[in-house]
């Protein structure tokens, strides 16, 4: 170890808990990384979901409420309670300008060439549209999904 003494002093600026808000760029990365608060809880909403759902005694022969309760509960009581909901509404429209956010960088993170002869690169555009395109057909595939398991 050196003995050879410092005598500079480290600069260490005041940083404000708001620095954030005094650019706009700040606020809307902030805001974009914020939207994993709703990420977490859908996900703790559906592992309590799966949990109720395997708590259900399902090795009887016909099927009544007391061995679908805890699964039922959780479809009822917690899914249709007002206020989860609401969270739920919250957290789609966190997940729609996270995705929307993310659409818009992918283009300026991952550069796709046109072919490997060329240095030229797909437009942007094209690289949202495709984003958005899959983004809409995954949608309809889960909704056909959705509404095909329906008695």
Do not use: Q
């Amino acid at each position: 170890m050196s003995e050879v003494k410092s005598y500079r002093k480290p600069y260490n600026p005041p940083v404000e808990a708001t620095w954030w808000t005094k650019n706009p760029f700040y606020t809307k990365y902030i805001l974009r990384e914020g939207t994993c608060l709703c990420a977490l809880f859908v996900a703790f909403e559906l592992l309590l979901g799966i949990f109720l759902f395997a708590m259900c005694d399902l090795d009887v022969e016909v099927a009544t409420a007391e061995s679908a309760a805890p699964y039922m509960w959780w479809v009822n009581s917690f899914i249709g309670n007002p206020i989860v909901i609401l969270i739920n509404l919250v957290c789609l429209g966190a997940t729609l300008f996270h995705a929307s956010t993310w659409f818009l960088l992918m283009p300026k993170a991952v550069r796709v060439f046109m072919n490997k002869n060329t240095t030229d690169l797909v437009p942007e555009t094209f690289t949202v549209i495709a984003l958005y395109s899959a983004l809409g057909g995954a949608t309809v595939v889960i909704l056909i999904a959705a509404f095909a398991s329906l008695p």
